[in-house]
């Protein structure tokens, strides 16, 4: 790795300076970290990867299994358990997977839709912009 920084004397008249992650303070000014070759490509590869269809794919299985978890969490509290000892608390588990099988048949057969992403109030804000 190597690091390159320039002086203050030269970063204060810039007229880029507002673009810069920190200004300039003491005799240093901006600083820029050049990678090795290797550690550079490896996230530039997976970025490029990100783009084909075999990624989106897996990916979509992953995101499927962690809305599965974040709906369990939720519904049911499954992060902490109500019961003292491991097959108690299993039993639980056991529980709560049969109640989420329920919730999606009764989904299922009624028509109900999916639920959608959560809109933070800032987006809702520039939305309606």
Not at 17 to 29: A, F, I, L, N
Not at 68 to 77: C, E, F, H, L, P
Not at 99 to 104: E, F, Q
């Amino acid at each position: 790795m190597i690091k390159v920084f320039f002086s203050a004397r030269h970063c204060r008249p810039c007229p880029k300076q507002t673009s810069c992650t920190k200004p300039p303070s003491g005799r240093r000014g901006r600083g820029i970290t050049f990678l090795p070759r290797e550690r550079y490509e490896a996230p530039e590869a997976v970025r490029r990867a990100q783009d084909t269809d075999e990624w989106k794919g897996r990916y979509a299985i992953r995101a499927g299994v962690a809305g599965t978890i974040s709906q369990a969490v939720r519904v049911t509290g499954l992060r902490r358990t109500r019961y003292r000892g491991l097959p108690a608390t299993r039993l639980g588990h056991v529980f709560a997977a049969t109640a989420l099988n329920l919730i999606r048949i009764d989904r299922w057969l009624t028509g109900t839709p999916l639920g959608g992403t959560r809109t933070s109030r800032l987006e809702t804000l520039m939305l309606a912009a």
